[in-house]
C-alpha cells in the first residue's frame, strides 16, 4: 500500500531532550515536507527537500533540523524542544505537486 | 511571501445543499493549487488537485476552479450529506514547486 509513515505517532518529552521523528514513503518521491499544525495558526512548512540531499527552510524553520540522506526518508530533528514546538506534525511526500500526508505525530514538550 | 486565505471559516447546511468554499491567494506565481479535507485529530486526505495550467478538476460531487489571475480557487461541493462534515484547507504551491503555503480552513457541517 502506497503510504506515508510517521513515528512515533504520540510523543511527551521534557525540554532540552534531543528527539527525532521519524518519515517514510514507500512511492519513490522526490518531494517530501514537514508542516507543524497549530490551533489558529494553520498548517505552517517547517522545512522541505526537493530530492537527496537538497533542503530548504519553509516559513517556521527555527528549532529544527531535517536531513534527506536518502529517498525514502526525511526525519525532523529536535535539538533541544522548548515548549513552544508543543504541535501536531505532519509530513508529506508529493508526486508532480500532488501531496500525500502521513498520520501525524503528536509532540507534547514539558 | 505568500498568503492564502479561506472564507468562510465555517458554514452550517442542511444536508441537500450545493455550497461552495472559497480560498484566495495573493501570488499569483503558482505551480499548482490542493484541496484537502480533514476530519478531527486526523489527518489530511487530499480530494483534488488543479495545476497552474488547468482551470478546474472534477471528482465526484467535488468541482473545484482555479483563476490564477485573480487568485481565486473555488471548490463546490453538490448534494451535500453528513458525511462530508469535516475542515476543508486548500494550499498553494509556490512555482519552485517547493514552497507551500495553507489557508486556515473552512469548518463545514452538514446537519441531517
Known amino acids: 500500500e502506497a503510504q506515508v509513515t510517521q513515528n512515533p505517532r504520540y510523543l511527551i518529552t521534557v525540554t532540552g531532550k534531543k528527539l527525532t521523528v521519524t518519515c517514510s514513503q514507500n512511492?519513490?518521491?522526490?518531494?517530501m515536507s514537514w508542516y507543524r499544525q497549530d490551533p489558529g495558526l494553520g498548517l505552517r512548512q517547517i522545512y522541505y527537500?526537493?530530492?537527496?540531499?537538497?533542503?530548504d527552510k519553509g516559513d517556521v524553520p527555527e528549532g529544527y533540523k531535517v536531513s534527506r540522506k536518502e529517498k525514502r526518508n526525511f526525519p525532523l530533528i529536535l535539538e533541544s524542544p522548548s515548549p513552544n514546538q508543543t504541535s501536531l506534525y505532519f509530513c508529506a511526500s508529493s508526486y508532480y505537486g500532488e501531496q500525500y500526508f502521513g498520520p501525524g505525530t503528536r509532540l507534547t514538550v514539558t | 511571501k505568500q498568503e492564502v486565505t479561506q472564507i468562510p471559516a465555517a458554514l452550517s447546511v442542511p444536508e441537500g445543499e450545493n455550497l461552495v468554499l472559497n480560498c484566495s491567494f495573493t501570488?499569483?506565481?503558482?505551480?499548482?493549487l490542493q484541496w484537502f479535507r480533514q476530519d478531527p485529530g486526523k489527518g489530511l486526505t487530499s480530494l483534488l488537485l488543479?495545476?497552474?495550467?488547468?482551470r478546474e478538476q472534477t471528482s465526484g460531487r467535488l468541482n473545484a476552479s482555479l483563476d490564477k489571475s485573480s487568485g481565486r480557487s473555488t471548490l463546490y461541493i453538490a448534494a451535500s450529506q453528513p458525511g462530508d462534515s469535516a475542515t476543508y484547507l486548500c494550499?498553494?504551491?509556490?512555482?519552485?514547486?517547493?514552497?507551500?503555503?495553507f489557508g486556515d480552513g473552512t469548518t463545514l457541517t452538514v446537519k441531517p
Open positions: 488543479i495545476q497552474s495550467s488547468q
Open positions: 501570488d499569483s506565481a503558482i505551480y499548482n
Open positions: 494550499a498553494v504551491v509556490n512555482t519552485n514547486a517547493g514552497k507551500s503555503t
Open positions: 527537500s526537493m530530492n537527496v540531499e537538497v533542503t
Open positions: 512511492m519513490n518521491h522526490e518531494y
